[in-house]
């Protein structure tokens, strides 16, 4: 099974629709992040949570919210999704060491698209 | 959030090395440098990361300039499977990147 897992990996929506993408982790990491990717734009964060209790904004998060439900789950939702949302959507999860040396290795889902129409 | 710059595009044939450059010019004493690589349809993974000192481990080595404003990930053989986009990003010490830029994007051929 993957360390992170996003679902749903697929979904075609509407305009004005809610729409939730899910992740959860097996890895025990703190951190959790979500990321946009367009074509030829590369990643852009959209939110991050440090724990459960500590949720950030991102570059991009305008017309985005989270929940941090549990240390393995964060959620991100469209409120009222519109086209421009239309995009592939990553899920990802760090811890800032291991041992005592620093990684910040960040470990990515498969992704979820999204298209909005 | 300190940049990154890097070529669009680069091609190798296979069984040669590859040397992708990263220009971080603003790069702060703090910022790690990170190399991750997205294969098609796959979410990126990490490759390799460092702080001052060259780093070498099973994947790739990774040259950085001694005053930090440049690093280069070389890859010691190019196989088709490395063929993907290879991201170069700056980890604050809060261990967190606004933006991954837009990678080079690696072709290798037979």
């Known amino acids: 099974d993957a360390d992170v897992t996003q679902t749903p990996r697929n979904r075609i929506t509407k305009t004005g629709k809610r729409i939730m993408l899910e992740c959860s982790q097996t890895k025990g990491h703190d951190r959790m992040y979500w990321y946009r990717q367009d074509p030829g734009l590369g990643l852009r964060l959209i939110y991050y949570s440090f724990d459960v209790k500590d949720i950030n904004k991102g570059e991009i998060s305008d017309g985005y919210s989270v929940s941090r439900q549990a240390q393995a789950k964060f959620s991100l939702s469209l409120e009222s999704a519109i086209p421009n949302q239309t995009a592939l959507y990553f899920c990802?999860?760090?811890?800032?060491?291991?041992?005592?040396?620093?990684?910040?290795?960040?470990?990515f889902g498969e992704g979820s698209r999204l298209t909005v129409l | 959030d300190a940049k990154t710059t890097q070529p669009n595009s680069m091609e190798s044939n296979e069984e040669e090395p590859v040397h992708l450059p990263c220009n971080h010019s603003t790069i702060s004493g703090t910022d790690y440098i990170h190399w991750y690589r997205q294969l098609p349809s796959q979410g990126p993974e990490y490759v390799i990361h460092?702080?001052?000192s060259n780093v070498n481990n099973r994947m790739a080595s990774l040259a950085i300039a001694e005053d930090r404003k440049s690093s280069t990930l070389i890859l010691h053989r190019a196989t088709l499977r490395d063929a993907a986009v290879y991201y170069c990003?700056?980890?604050?010490?809060?261990?967190?990147?606004?933006?991954f830029g837009k990678g080079t994007s690696l072709l290798v051929t037979p």
């Open positions: 460092g702080l001052t």
């Open positions: 990802a999860t760090s811890d800032l060491h291991s041992g005592t040396s620093f990684t910040g290795e960040l470990f």
């Open positions: 990003i700056l980890l604050t010490n809060s261990g967190y990147a606004l933006n």
